[in-house]
């Protein structure tokens, strides 16, 4: 397996731990988004895509984040501490989405992302600087010439580059008015849980 593209977006804070998000292309053929460079003690490391575990609410069986004190869905106080923990005793709040198997894969991931990385940010200070992490891959291009097999009414519309996600599946909120649509937090720079997959 070889990575055959690396496209970093590097954060506007550099005070941030959180240095870059980045997606890796595999074999020219297969794209893993959100993968993460944080600013460690021992220079930048790569932290794979996570998202945040969850557990069931006893009441409603809603599922809630592990550090979540109430349930998002009935308001039923949670049982603290309900987190899985690790071999030394860590809470596990989260897991990777997509990882390496064994340390070699791993080192050559963080070679690659990280030599990526430095040159970006080199590049970053020219005039004229744009970061190709929001690019199409592919076939996410728009098709302009669409034949009559595309405009069937069961095909979804052909996307343009797809947003990266946020690193969790969204709980589900309570509208409280009733009428307004139930996502009502302020959308995040997705940086708020930078790391927390590594801990
Ligand atoms: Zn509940």
């Known amino acids: 397996m070889e990575i055959t593209e690396v496209r970093i977006k590097l954060m506007d804070d550099s ?7 980045c997606s890796v292309t595999l074999d020219d053929c297969f794209v893993i988004r959100d993968l993460k460079i944080i600013d460690g003690s021992n220079g930048p490391f790569v932290a794979m895509p996570s998202r945040k575990l969850t557990s069931h609410c006893p009441q409603c069986g809603c599922k809630n984040h592990l550090r979540s004190a109430y349930c998002n869905q009935c308001g039923a106080r949670l049982k603290e501490d309900r987190a899985i923990r690790d071999a030394d005793g860590r809470t596990k709040l989260y897991a990777d989405i997509a990882h390496p198997i064994n340390s070699k894969c791993r080192e050559m991931i963080q ?10 940010v080199e590049q970053s200070k020219q005039p004229g ?8 891959y592919g076939d996410e291009v728009p098709i302009i010439d669409a034949g009559p097999e595309d405009t069937g009414p069961m ?5 343009k580059a797809i947003q990266p996600a946020g690193s969790e599946p969204r709980p589900p909120h309570m509208s409280k008015s009733g009428d307004r649509p139930a996502e009502s937090a302020p959308r995040r720079k997705g940086g708020d849980d930078f790391g927390a997959g590594i801990l």
Do not use: G
Not at 15 to 21: E, G, H, P, S, V
């Open 155 to 159: 095909r979804p519309p052909k996307t």
């Open 15 to 21: 005070d941030d731990r959180l240095q870059a998000f």
């Open 111 to 120: 070679e690659r992302v990280i030599a990526a990385f430095r040159v970006e």
């Open 129 to 136: 600087y744009r970061s190709r992490y929001d690019e199409a």
